[in-house]
């Protein structure tokens, strides 16, 4: 976010748009799995609107 504010002098919208999925059975998911889809799904978008955030709440966007 900090070069996007840095080579266009603002940011004012961000799209939070990604997500991972695991076509096996539920008794056949391993852990490993699990945790990569909470954390690209689940993690992921709250990293980014954390990171996204911080700019736009500074420029004075971003609360409503």
Known sequence: CRQVVES??????VVNCAGITQNQL?????????E????????GPIKVCRAAARPMLKQGA???
């Open 8 to 13: 266009m002098g603002s940011l004012d919208v």
């Open 26 to 34: 539920l008794l056949r998911v391993s852990d490993s799995s699990i």
């Open 36 to 43: 990569d889809v909470l954390s690209t799904n689940l993690a």
């Open 62 to 64: 971003g609360t409503s």
